[in-house]
């Protein structure tokens, strides 16, 4: 199963999109919600290579973008192969 990590805010339309998805799928997710900034905003800057907004979404390791990117890869039928790798 797929290693799923986003990092949300509170009151993100955008991370409550992303996460309404996911959610649809068979995947456990790892939600770091980053409201409050702290080491966990750190790391996400870091691994997003200084994307500072949110939702900012990895699968398995691997930085896939935030919501519109997320959803632009349901839409061409590749999440699907992302989350059963």
């Not at 996460?19 to 919600?33: A, G």
């Not at 949110?54 to 997320?70: A, E, K, M, T, W």
């Amino acid at each position: 199963m797929a290693k799923i990590e986003i990092y949300t805010k509170a009151f993100c339309p955008y991370c409550t999109r992303a996460m309404k998805l996911l959610r649809s799928k068979p995947v456990e997710i790892e939600e770091y919600d980053i409201t409050m900034g702290g080491p966990r905003r750190l790391e996400m800057l870091d691994r997003a290579n200084g994307g500072t907004t949110v939702p900012q979404i990895f699968i398995n390791g691997r930085h896939v973008g935030g919501s519109d990117d997320l959803a632009a890869l349901e839409e061409i039928g590749k999440l699907d192969a992302l989350i059963s790798a």
